[in-house]
């Protein structure tokens, strides 16, 4: 295990399509967390999981936007709807912690582009 | 709730020239802090963190002490190179995750 993983790494779609996208954790990683990031900004906290249960959602920027950790492994972000406001840098990231939040290892982001 | 103020960028320094790229956070309780990097084209590193009151982290010729009496964190080298060209970020975390400012551009030039 190399680090976190994430897929697709780019995704073009319609405004008005569902997109979906997967993040791999460390593996002996409890928590994990999804970002945002456009241009110029930088990641901007949507959720996060400890486990499979999701701890923190209120940050999520519409009810469009929803993700999982069904079996406290990887994550999907789903994006209903899509908006040419979404289109970002997606990130995702875990890390091991109990408590307090520590350092976090960050994949390497899905880009996505709604035309 | 928690934020983080950074210099604005961009800035661009001739090889072997001193950085210092000033942070200051406002946090609840007592958080840790990081800086974190994003070279051209690759996702986050965590370049150096300080989880108490006069910590220092340091790595890759990169320092910078926890001071909670400023509430500040700033990042300094010495002598920087063309490779640390990137966007570096500071990033106050504790009871609520990572919160980032907007980064700071560094160009060095040869």
């Known amino acids: 295990d190399t680090g976190v993983s994430q897929n697709p790494r780019h995704k073009i779609t319609k405004r008005g399509q569902n997109v979906t996208f997967r993040c791999d954790p460390i593996?002996?990683?409890?928590?994990l967390y999804w970002y945002r990031q456009t241009l110029g900004q930088g990641p901007e906290f949507l959720t996060y999981?400890?486990?499979?249960?999701?701890?923190?959602k209120s940050r999520l920027l519409s009810d469009r936007f929803s993700a999982e950790r069904p079996k406290g492994s990887f994550s999907t972000l789903e994006i209903q709807r899509t908006e040419q406001g979404d289109s970002a840098m997606y990130l995702c990231?875990?890390?091991?912690?109990?408590?307090?939040?520590?350092?976090?290892?960050f994949g390497p982001g899905t880009r996505l582009t709604v035309l | 709730g928690d934020s983080v103020t950074q210099m604005e960028g961009p800035v661009t320094l001739s090889e072997e020239a001193f950085l210092t790229i000033n942070c200051t956070y406002t946090?609840?309780?007592?958080?840790?802090l990081f800086w974190y990097v994003q070279y051209p084209g690759e996702g986050l590193q965590l370049l150096l963190k300080?989880?108490?009151?006069?910590d220092k982290g340091s790595n890759k010729g990169f320092e910078a002490t926890y001071r909670k009496e400023t509430t500040s964190f700033h990042l300094e080298k010495g002598s920087v190179q063309v490779s640390d060209s990137a966007v570096y970020f500071c990033?106050?975390?504790?009871?609520?995750?990572?919160?980032f400012g907007k980064g700071t551009r560094l160009s060095v030039i040869a």
């Open positions: 990033a106050p975390s504790g009871n609520t995750p990572l919160v």
């Open positions: 300080a989880t108490k009151a006069d």
């Open positions: 990231a875990s890390s091991f912690d109990a408590g307090r939040h520590n350092e976090q290892f």
């Open positions: 593996s002996e990683h409890n928590r």
């Open positions: 946090a609840t309780g007592y958080p840790s």
């Open positions: 999981f400890q486990n499979e249960a999701q701890l923190e």
